[in-house]
């Protein structure tokens, strides 16, 4: 039977902020507060959280499968600056990632520098010993202030859209008997500004995952090695 799984990551907007008094650095604040959080060990990378309960097709033995996965999003990318801006140091990295087990946040984290279920990234804090088989769905975006649409020079206060310069999918789209879907969206910032320069504002729209997805009643055995092999990958992490 087909069905359409959907989850919803609400806006981020980021607002800088003084530390301290004169001549300390900015520090990007939520604005308004929203259900994004900080990870925790990190200064500028931002998460929102959401599940999708399976449970329901668990309970009928049913296996859930995937045709596609595709992302919509309710506006633009847009960013504004004061003073001296280098575009080039203060780019935002975005990575979304629905996967069958769950992260901790120092894997979000390692998950922005190399996407999950490749080969280990040798440089990262935490890789988790995830593979294709736990990431039903992944994008990872870079985006950069448009020259374009926005200010000609970055040598005053300006604001601008942002582009994305790199747009990769690794979508595993593998079928599962888990229970659960754990759904992130991860936002990395560039480092904070100072007083008088860097980077004011930080906003990037809201954005909707959709799986098009089925379920299917499998052979008892063939099932039963798909369960027990969905509960092997959650508790190996």
């Given at each position: 039977m087909d069905r359409q799984l959907v989850v919803e990551f609400p806006w981020l907007i980021l607002r800088s902020a003084p530390t301290g008094g004169p001549g300390t650095p900015f520090d990007f604040k939520l604005n308004p507060a929203t259900d994004v959080r900080k990870l925790a060990g990190s200064s500028q990378l931002w998460v929102a959280e959401q599940k999708i309960d399976l449970s329901g097709y668990v309970q009928d033995s049913l296996t859930v499968g995937f045709r596609r996965?595709?992302?919509?999003?309710?506006?633009?990318?847009?960013?504004s600056w004061k003073g001296s801006y280098d575009p080039v140091s203060d780019n935002v990295i975005?990575?979304?990632i629905i996967?069958?087990?769950p992260f901790n946040d120092n894997q979000l984290i390692s998950a922005v520098a190399a996407s999950p279920g490749f080969t280990i990234y040798s440089g990262a804090i935490d890789p988790g010993n995830f593979n294709r088989q736990h990431i039903t769905h992944g994008s990872y975006q870079m985006y950069y202030a448009n020259s374009i649409v926005g200010s000609s020079a970055f040598?005053?206060?300006g604001s601008a859209t942002m582009v994305s310069v790199v747009d990769n999918?690794?979508?595993?789209l593998e079928p599962t008997a888990a229970d659960c879907l754990?759904?992130?969206?991860?936002?990395?910032?560039?480092a904070p500004g100072e007083i008088t320069e860097g980077v004011q504002t930080i906003s990037i729209p809201a954005k909707r995952v959709i799986l098009d997805a089925f379920t299917v009643e499998e052979p008892d055995l063939e099932y039963m090695m798909r369960l027990k092999r969905s509960y092997e990958l959650a508790n190996q992490v």
């Open positions: 996965s595709f992302e919509q999003k309710g506006g633009s990318e847009f960013i975005e990575t979304t996967s069958s087990v040598s005053g206060s999918y690794f979508s595993s754990y759904c992130y969206r991860v936002v990395a910032t560039g």
